[in-house]
């Protein structure tokens, strides 16, 4: 099973840039799509962007334009450049992946711990 560690969350004016990390750890063979995703307390987790294998992207509309999801395959590390961040942006963003390890079929990985990003006006 892979690990999945998010990282570079903050607190950041309104009109600023974060740029989160998310490395992949673990007993991994391979990794195909990889994605980000956000949560609110007392709200669903919801998609943000999505990276396949082959590099397409896609984003939720309340982010295209402003976000950019990147991935480094050799470092198994996914990205999430965050630019005109709004207050709305708050909230706990988590990464996740598809993930084949050596002994088992490609699927989802389990949840990271998150990384708080934090926008104020």
């Known amino acids: 099973q892979a690990q999945l560690m998010e990282s570079g969350g903050g607190l950041v004016q309104a009109g600023g840039s974060l740029r989160l990390s998310c490395a992949a750890s673990?007993?991994?063979?391979?990794?195909?799509?990889m994605g980000w995703y956000r949560q609110v307390p007392g709200r669903q987790r919801e998609y943000v962007a999505l990276i396949s294998g082959d590099g397409s992207t896609t984003y939720a509309s309340s982010v295209e334009g402003r976000f950019t999801i990147s991935r480094d395959n050799a470092e198994n590390t996914l990205y999430l450049q965050m630019n005109s961040l709004k207050p709305e942006d708050t909230a706990v963003y988590y990464c996740?992946?598809?993930?084949?390890?050596?002994?088992?079929?490609?699927?989802?990985?389990?949840w990271g711990q998150g990384t708080q990003v934090t926008v104020s006006s």
């Open positions: 996740n992946a598809v993930v084949q390890s050596y002994s088992g079929s490609p699927k989802w990985s389990s």
């Open positions: 673990g007993s991994i063979f391979s990794i195909d799509a």
